[in-house]
């Protein structure tokens, strides 16, 4: 695990250091790493659930904290973290720091899940959460791959899987409550996840090239409410269990983002769709497919 040590900088290179690991910057403000590290607070709690009880094949877990001091930055690996009951994390310091000088290698720290920054977890040989790590992989190209993977230690790095809530927090969160109410065969739970006057708004914008009103819109709400009902009384709904899912933002406003789901099968394949997703009074809801 050698350079798993910390991410940061202003733009991805390798410094080296005699006698550590190579350290891996990358920019603070790439969209990748800021999602990898949006997607690991977001998960934190799978992260914690397995340290709680760990599953037999998982046998390595770590986690990244932003550390500051006097206005410096930095991202350090933390080894043997605990949680206590209010939520806070223990770790020990895994390598020595760089840039801040207020924590030191193997020293026992604490701190908060708002200054968690990754998670990772080695399950059978593949790697669980490490989204920054994802993220410097995903703008590495050539020999400098070919390094960074053969660091690893033969570590699995592949599309992984997500670890959302299902609930309507966060727009992957949605989708998957939406897959859930499909395998319960809950139409009503199903509906809740959707917002068909929003969808139909978008579905005209896009197809009418002409005025839309209130009324034509919640008209067309309705068909599409009507339809989706039909649809899943005559051909039934699809189900998810056993499916590994992991999910890409594209961030179109505040409001409005376009989920990539990749879906990993147990017979081995593979799909990716793509969900329009808006946050309406404080939920996020699934609209319609998107090309």
């Known amino acids: 695990m050698g350079l798993l040590n910390r991410l940061f900088g202003k733009k991805e290179t390798v ?6 690991p190579d350290v891996y910057n990358a920019a603070n403000d790439n969209d990748r790493m800021n999602w990898g590290m949006e997607k690991a607070k ?13 599953k037999k094949d998982q046998h390595y877990f770590s986690i990244k904290a932003r550390i500051e001091d006097t206005g410096k930055i930095e991202h350090i690996w ?12 223990f770790g020990v310091v895994g390598n020595e720091p760089i840039d801040v000088k207020n924590v030191r290698i193997n020293e026992k720290i604490g701190i908060t899940a708002n200054e968690v920054s990754d998670w990772m977890i080695i399950e059978n040989g593949r790697l669980i959460g490490g989204y920054t790590i994802r993220a410097i992989r995903d703008g590495i190209r050539g020999n400098e791959l070919a390094n960074f993977d053969k660091s690893l230690g033969g570590m699995l790095v592949d599309e992984g899987e997500d670890y959302f809530l299902p609930n ?29 006057h929003k969808e139909a708004e978008f579905m ?20 599409l409410r009507l339809s ?6 005559e051909h039934g709904m699809p189900k998810f269990n056993g499916i590994k899912r992991a999910f ?8 409005n983002y376009i989920i990539t789901e990749i879906c990993h099968y147990p017979d081995g394949g593979k799909s ?5 997703t808006y946050k309406i009074d404080n939920q996020w809801k699934v609209l319609g497919l998107e090309d």
Not at 248 to 255: A, C, I, L
């Open 15 to 20: 410094r080296k250091r005699e006698g550590n």
């Open 42 to 54: 977001l998960t934190l709690h799978y992260f914690e659930a397995c340290i709680a009880n760990p």
């Open 78 to 89: 933390l080894m043997e973290p605990s949680f206590d009951t209010d939520g806070n994390i």
């Open 168 to 196: 309507l927090d966060t727009p992957e969160g949605a989708i998957l409550a939406l897959e859930n109410a499909y395998d319960e065969d809950n139409l009503e739970k199903a509906i809740s996840c959707k917002d068909f």
């Open 204 to 223: 005209l914008k896009k197809a009418v090239k002409m005025e839309i009103d209130e009324e034509l819109i919640a008209s067309t709400s309705e068909l």
């Open 228 to 233: 989706f009902i039909k649809n899943m009384q």
């Open 248 to 255: 890409k933002r594209q961030n179109v406003s505040e409001e």
């Open 272 to 276: 990716e769709q793509k969900f329009n």
